[in-house]
């Protein structure tokens, strides 16, 4: 399989490079400015590098969508944020691909750049247009937005990571008619999940907690399954509902919540693993519940119990910094309590803290993982903080990015010239 090219196998002096990233930014809700700039700050090496070696810079990016409308916002502050870290000017026009936006992107000079307005704005890259047109690449390639910038440009080059389970024209289609190559952020991020889904140090442990526990089951089929993993620790709700599994009854409280949710169908998939791989996963031993204010911790023996479970307990904590300890590769995604509680902060706190202290390669992501770990932790001790959300569960659950895909296919196409 042919090489991606990354940016390093460009000549870009004084070329015009469109480049996409991912700078898609929580907004809060009550000031309306961006709220994390961990993709900002990602993106910045590959728009340093370029604009250095003198190219006129053209980024693209989405921000927000018509399911979360909300953050659906234009992109001037993104302008700024970047401007102020790389410490150069980044214009920014409110246009996408009409023709103030290809005007401003002619009158660029080498070392300039330029953002665009917010892709989706345009229908053709809001996500229900992906899911319910499902256009080839090469009929992306046909796409307004394609037709509009493809010809104003030398080179296409793609850093958005986080995105790449997006089979949208900025993603897939440039690709078919520019040559096309990876920003370092997405070579860091494949070589990441390559080194915790195909060929990870031993032994691999996943960590998978959270409420977001379809993510967590859309894994465990693949990362048992092909032995991945080696262990994989439960816990948030998943860990709750493979103690279900095996029989346990959690209580009331509990046990509504997870129904509330719609997530008792998952029972019996969690049956269906335990069944074919036990010794691989393991349970919490104990629960923390909040009785009058204060913290309580309750044995798996002592199950049921009236309260809603909120964090695991001091035993399962020591077990679970115990198999860190012992790994060489760790993932985690989601955590294992509703740590926004202090007194159900405890088991998010330690575990995280084990990660940073072990020496194995570490590796984390999803949005709520990596906002939880900054709160207890100096990320910078986790050898991997992935930008990607949906992107990285969808490859840890072995279905392919389009991304990915597409780059692999205009790598042939680039090192055939
Ligand atoms: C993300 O936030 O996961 C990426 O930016 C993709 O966004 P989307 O899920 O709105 O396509």
């Known amino acids: 399989m042919a090489r991606i090219p990354s940016i ?12 996409r990233v991912d700078i898609n930014s929580p907004i809060d ?12 700050d990602k993106s910045l090496p590959t728009i340093r590098d370029l604009a250095d070696r003198g190219a006129r810079l053209v980024l693209i990016a989405h921000q927000g969508d018509t399911l979360d409308y909300h953050n659906l916002v234009d992109l001037a502050q993104h302008a700024a944020a970047l401007s102020g870290r790389l410490g150069r000017p980044v214009g920014f026009i409110d246009d996408v691909a009409g023709p103030a936006a290809r005007r401003a992107i002619k009158t660029l000079g080498d070392g300039d750049i330029l953002l665009l307005d917010n892709l989706r704005y345009l229908t053709e890259e809001v996500s229900t247009f992906e899911r319910d047109v499902k256009l080839t690449p090469q009929q992306m390639a046909g796409t307004y937005l394609v037709r509009s910038l493809a010809p104003l440009f030398h080179y296409y080059v793609n850093d958005a990571f986080a995105a790449a389970h997006r089979a949208s024209p900025s993603m897939v289609a440039f690709q078919e008619v520019l040559p096309a190559a990876a920003g370092r952020l997405l070579i860091a991020e494949i070589d990441a999940l390559t080194a915790v889904a195909d060929s990870p140090q031993r032994p691999c442990v996943y960590l998978l907690g959270g409420l977001k526990i379809s993510d967590a089951f859309g894994m465990l089929g693949k990362v048992l399954g092909d032995g991945t993993a080696d262990e994989v620790l439960t816990a948030g709700v998943t860990g709750q509902v493979f103690l279900l599994a095996k029989g346990a009854g959690l209580g009331e409280a509990s046990e509504k919540f997870i129904r509330d949710r719609n997530l008792w169908g998952f029972v019996d998939e969690a049956r269906r693993h335990l069944a074919g791989h036990a010794d691989a996963i393991r349970l919490p031993l104990d629960f923390a519940v909040e009785v009058e204010g204060k913290r309580v911790e309750i044995p798996v023996d002592d199950l049921p119990t009236e309260h ?6 001091s035993r399962t904590i020591a077990a679970y910094t115990e198999a860190i300890r012992r790994a060489a590769t760790v993932f985690v995604n989601g955590p294992p309590g509703a740590y926004e509680n202090p007194n159900a902060d405890a088991g998010t706190r330690a575990l995280w803290q084990a990660l940073a202290d072990t020496p194995a390669h570490t590796v984390i992501g999803g949005g709520d993982t990596v ?18 959300g949906g992107a990285l569960i969808r490859y840890l659950s072995g279905k392919p990015l389009p991304l990915i895909e597409a780059m692999r296919a205009a790598a042939e196409r680039f090192w055939a010239k």
């Open 371 to 388: 906002s939880s770990a900054k709160r207890f932790i100096d990320t910078t001790a986790i050898d991997v903080v992935s930008t990607g």
């Open 29 to 40: 809700l009550g000031t309306g400015q961006i709220a994390d700039f961990n993709r900002i």
């Open 8 to 19: 390093d196998d460009l000549d870009v002096a004084g070329r015009k490079v469109l480049l």
């Open 308 to 313: 809603l479970i909120l964090d695991i307990g």
